[in-house]
């Protein structure tokens, strides 16, 4: 691909504005390490939430989406769309609750839900852990993807490719901290989402405009409904069918099972991860759960059309996948798209948009994963007298150090989404724990332990035993089954542990509760003695009809929005009037709906965990 001068300039002045905003930060950064990595919890709600669906909008992702709905047509998307479920968990259950922990990182919040040595464990564990392996696995699927972008569009090698987004990324990543993260977020995610929107109406012009783009894709999946119905059944002789490449037993798996099992950034069971930092850094309780609300709607119901557009387009454009250097590759044919369809200036305009959307993600990753390291490792247990600036210093090698092994990791990654399927099926046996640990006193440390070690080695051996046995390889059905197996034995596992090891002291589970109230009766044998009563979990009754009118909202949005793109204006309108209920009905709950806990009471007793 030729770029011209003018396409130069705008990439060029993309990596200039990105450099300028890492410097301006520079020195409040450096400050401290709550500076450096939650941005003194001074972030407001709207720039928090912007930056978590700039975070998840990487440069894998409209790859992955072209890569779903080339093979299965815009359903194949519920391998990710499930997880509305559990997002809007977090939103309604465990948003305020992290907030009112008051830790640094979630790898922290060991050490005051659990007390002692297997505390401590888990903590230093976790920090590795995800911090370092999965953060790593993460890293490198998106530099996979970022190579690729940069290879087809530019043809240039791939160690090139990948210093030149290092060079831009860490530079601000190491010098600013969180806050030159979030606001390059805000910035990347308004030129990436405008990048796709024209290169959409770009490929939709190409095949002859939608009409002939909804005939061509209904003639190559055999019907209209197969290519773009938004649900992955049909209404057969029988009454509904699964699409062959969604039988109902994976269907089952993802609606019943894999939203609140498995974990994943964005949308980890009982919150956490990337969302839980942007959740400490809001300036407060009520930002921290609108901040977590808007990342919800924008990550599954604005941003995918224009992908899915472009990914049906490819269907046509590049028949079976097949690129014009003769390579069959279904995910590289987004980045075809973009070669062979934009003009001067949109060619630049993409290539910063995928230069925002690698840089974004991968910002937030090694600030994410450096706070493990620092916060949760390196304090914790190697230097704990040091000071913020020495902290801050090694925050920064720490952020170096990140990146290069992500390299390393990319080079062993054949393709973005076995990397994702992989990554969901190794954590799928811990969702319970981190759920239930807030919601009932008798999960202890070595309940998370056990359940995080079953899993691991569970999915190891299911994925390598499953496929051929139970299902045949590569097929819905062997994902399925590797998640249920992991799931069922993970908790066979950690249930046992839980009952045979000793509970937290009452000292640890009263600290706790006092900290956070967490609230509902299984925390009555903890909350009652120690003088609060029965409390109902914070928002009481509201936060189960939010949590409905959330995922209602989400879904009728996504929906609606394309029924209209696809000319069906009626149902269309229908579903975005009944999106609109239910945020009218969750707008009603906030205004009514008491965020603070009631005071402490200053006595306690002896509670039935002694």
Same mark, same amino acid.
Do not use: C
């Given at each position: 691909m030729t770029l011209s001068v003018i396409d130069w300039l705008i990439v060029l002045g993309y990596f200039a504005l990105s450099t300028v905003i890492g410097l301006i930060f520079t020195k409040r950064g450096g400050e401290s390490l709550d500076e450096y990595f939650l941005s003194g919890r001074q972030v407001p709600w709207w720039l928090a939430g912007a930056a978590m669906v700039a975070t998840t909008f990487a440069a894998d992702t409209p790859l992955v989406v072209t890569g779903l709905v080339a093979s299965k047509g815009v359903a194949g998307n519920w391998l990710w769309w499930n997880m509305v479920m559990s997002g809007m968990l977090t939103v309604f259950f465990f948003a305020r609750l992290w907030r009112r922990a008051n830790v640094m990182t979630d790898v922290e919040f060991a050490e005051i839900r659990y007390g002692g040595r297997p505390a401590a464990f888990l903590r230093g564990f976790r920090a590795l852990y995800l911090g370092v392996a999965i953060n790593l696995i993460i890293m490198g699927w998106v530099t996979r993807a970022m190579i690729k972008i940069l290879t087809i569009s530019l043809g240039i090698s791939p160690l090139l490719a990948v210093g030149l987004c290092f060079f831009i990324t860490v530079a601000y990543s190491v010098a600013a901290g969180l806050w030159a993260v979030l606001w390059t977020d805000l910035v990347q995610f308004v030129i990436k989402m405008s990048a796709v929107i024209v290169l959409a109406i770009y490929a939709v012009q190409?095949?002859?405009?939608?009409?002939? +783009?909804?005939?061509?894709?209904?003639?190559?999946?055999?019907?209209?409904?197969?290519? +773009?119905?938004?649900?992955?059944?049909?209404?057969?002789?029988?009454?509904?069918?699964?699409?062959?490449?969604?039988?109902?037993?994976?269907?089952?798996?993802?609606?019943?099972?894999?939203?609140?099992?498995?974990?994943?950034?964005?949308?980890?069971?009982?919150?956490?991860?990337?969302?839980?930092?942007?959740?400490?850094?809001?300036?407060?309780?009520? #930002?921290?759960? +609108?901040?977590?609300?808007?990342?919800?709607?924008?990550?599954?119901?604005?941003?995918?059309?224009?992908?899915?557009?472009?990914?049906?387009?490819?269907?046509?454009?590049?028949?079976?996948?097949?690129?014009?250097?003769?390579?069959?590759?279904?995910?590289?044919?987004?980045?075809?798209?973009?070669? #062979?369809?934009?003009?001067?200036?949109?060619?630049?305009?993409?290539?910063?948009?995928?230069?925002?959307?690698?840089?974004?993600?991968?910002?937030?990753?090694?600030?994410?994963?450096?706070?493990?390291?620092?916060?949760?490792?390196?304090?914790?247990?190697?230097?704990? #007298?040091?000071?913020?600036?020495?902290?801050?210093?090694?925050?920064?090698?720490?952020?170096?150090?990140?990146?290069?092994?992500?390299?390393?990791?990319?080079?062993?990654?054949?393709?973005?989404?076995?990397?994702?399927?992989?990554?969901?099926?190794?954590?799928?046996?811990?969702?319970?724990?981190?759920?239930?640990?807030?919601?009932?006193?008798? $999960?202890?440390?070595?309940?998370?332990?056990?359940?995080?070690?079953?899993?691991?080695? $569970?999915?190891?051996?299911?994925?390598?035993?499953?496929?051929?046995?139970?299902?045949?390889?590569?097929?819905?059905?062997? #994902?399925?089954?590797?998640?249920?197996?992991?799931? +069922?034995?993970?908790?066979?596992?950690? $249930?046992?542990?839980?009952?045979?090891?000793?509970?937290?002291?009452?000292?640890?589970?009263?600290?706790?509760?006092?900290?956070?109230?967490?609230?509902?009766?299984?925390?009555?044998?903890?909350?009652?003695?120690?003088g609060y009563g029965r409390e109902p979990i914070p928002g009481g009754a509201l936060a189960w009809t939010n949590w409905i009118a959330g995922i209602i909202a989400v879904y009728a949005t996504l929906f609606g929005i394309g029924k209209l793109i696809f000319g069906d204006l009626a149902l269309g309108l229908g579903m975005l009037g009944l999106a609109v209920l239910a945020f009218a009905w969750i707008a009603r709950s906030f205004r009514t709906d008491d965020t603070q806990p009631a005071p402490a009471p200053a006595v306690t007793e002896a509670y039935a965990g002694d």
């Open positions: 190409k095949v002859g405009g939608m009409a002939a +783009l909804k005939a061509g894709v209904a003639q190559h999946f055999g019907s209209e409904a197969a290519a +773009l119905s938004v649900l992955p059944v049909k209404l057969g002789p029988g009454g509904l069918e699964a699409y062959s490449w969604m039988p109902l037993l994976a269907l089952g798996v993802f609606l019943s099972m894999q939203w609140w099992a498995a974990y994943y950034p964005g949308a980890e069971p009982g919150g956490g991860g990337y969302v839980a930092q942007r959740i400490f850094s809001a300036k407060t309780e009520r #930002d921290g759960v +609108l901040a977590t609300l808007l990342f919800q709607v924008a990550h599954y119901a604005l941003r995918p059309w224009p992908w899915i557009i472009t990914g049906l387009a490819t269907v046509l454009l590049y028949p079976g996948g097949r690129l014009p250097n003769g390579t069959v590759d279904a995910e590289g044919a987004y980045v075809q798209a973009f070669v #062979d369809l934009l003009p001067t200036p949109w060619r630049g305009f993409m290539l910063a948009g995928f230069a925002a959307a690698y840089m974004s993600t991968i910002g937030t990753h090694l600030n994410w994963g450096a706070s493990y390291l620092v916060n949760d490792f390196y304090k914790r247990f190697m230097r704990t #007298d040091a000071s913020d600036k020495h902290y801050v210093g090694v925050g920064r090698v720490a952020t170096v150090l990140l990146f290069l092994a992500s390299i390393v990791v990319t080079y062993f990654l054949s393709s973005v989404e076995q990397a994702w399927k992989f990554l969901l099926a190794l954590g799928a046996g811990t969702g319970l724990v981190l759920i239930l640990r807030w919601y009932w006193w008798r $999960i202890n440390a070595w309940s998370e332990i056990s359940s995080m070690i079953a899993s691991f080695v $569970i999915s190891l051996i299911a994925l390598n035993v499953v496929p051929g046995w139970l299902a045949p390889a590569g097929s819905p059905n062997a #994902d399925a089954w590797v998640m249920i197996i992991t799931v +069922l034995a993970s908790t066979l596992v950690w $249930i046992p542990v839980t009952f045979l090891t000793r509970p937290e002291s009452r000292q640890t589970l009263e600290a706790f509760y006092r900290r956070v109230r967490p609230g509902g009766p299984g925390w009555a044998a903890v909350s009652v003695p120690a």
